[in-house]
């Protein structure tokens, strides 16, 4: 074979081979939207508590959902905010929404609370007080987009000695969560799915290392769910310009 020729299979044999760049996703946030974080230390992921931009979304899955955004719409001007607080049950969310929520006016809120809930909160309070948040929230902003996360969990650590009870609590916690998502018209992110069927391909423990808090690997699983389930969502709604 020829320089030649050789040259011409090979620039064809990499374009077989090489990969397709992602599509990118659509832009279904308004201009310069405003998009709230809020939940427990999940969410939190030891954000900064100052204006520093490197720390001030912390390191979880809100971090990376921006990351993404922010650099592929660059010209769209979103804001970014993380309101997560560690160890926060849906009590302490109701403590601090006004200032922490409503204050902020944002035009996406991702809720993600449950966790620290379990064998805490009662069911019924649980259902009770969320609901209540998610109403002020549309009352303050009826066009306000909402996205409503599943608690989840894995047998992992600790967990594992009282695995039946514990999962059964938090599945009772979904099924709220599921039925909230469904009044207030919210995107719902089932991310326990995600790591069920992440746990295929790798330990329990290689996606959330105390059964509570995921890995880095696992916030990226959430976070790509996170992305998949609200351009799914909120595509059927127009966007404003």
Same mark, same amino acid.
Request: positive net charge; contains cysteine.
């Given at each position: ?5 050789? !040259?011409?299979?090979?620039? *064809?044999? @990499? ?9 990118? /996703?659509? +832009?279904?946030? /308004?201009?310069?939207?405003?998009? @709230? ?8 992921? $030891? ?5 520093? /931009?490197?720390?001030? =979304? ?12 922010? &650099? ?12 997560? %607080?560690?160890?926060?049950? !849906? ?12 204050? =902020? ?6 809720? =993600?609370?449950?966790?620290?809930? $379990? ?13 209540? =948040?998610?109403?002020?929230? !549309?009352? +303050? $902003? ?13 047998? %992992? ?10 999962? *059964? ?16 018209? &919210?995107? @719902? !992110? ?7 069927? *992440? ?12 059964? %509570? ?22 595509s059927r709604r127009p966007t404003k310009k």
């Amino acid at each position: 074979m020829g320089l030649f020729a050789y !040259v011409c299979s090979a620039v *064809a044999l @990499l374009q077989i081979v090489a990969p397709t760049e992602a599509p990118k /996703p659509k +832009a279904l946030f /308004p201009q310069s939207a405003r998009i @709230l974080f809020q939940g427990d230390s999940i969410t939190d992921g $030891n954000r900064g508590r100052n204006a520093d /931009p490197n720390h001030i =979304l912390g390191h979880g899955y809100a971090f990376l959902i921006a990351a993404k955004y922010g &650099a592929t719409f660059a010209e769209r001007n979103y804001t970014f905010l993380n309101r997560g %607080v560690s160890g926060n049950r !849906v009590t302490d969310l109701e403590a601090r929404w006004k200032e922490d929520t409503l204050d =902020l006016k944002p035009d996406v809120l991702s809720v =993600l609370i449950g966790v620290n809930d $379990n064998s805490n909160i009662p069911l019924d309070k649980y259902e009770r007080v969320y609901d209540k =948040l998610l109403t002020e929230t !549309v009352t +303050a $902003n009826p066009h306000i987009r909402l996205v409503l996360c599943e608690p989840f969990t894995l047998p %992992v650590g600790s967990i594992k000695q009282n695995w039946e009870s514990w999962s *059964a609590e938090i599945n009772e916690r979904r099924k709220i969560v599921t039925s909230l998502a469904k009044k207030h018209h &919210a995107a @719902l !992110v089932r991310f326990q799915k995600v790591f069920d069927d *992440a746990c295929k391909r790798a330990p329990a423990e290689y996606w959330i290392w105390d059964g %509570v808090h995921p890995t880095y690997s696992g916030h990226q699983l959430m976070a790509d769910e996170w992305m998949r389930t609200v351009q799914d969502f909120l595509s059927r709604r127009p966007t404003k310009k």
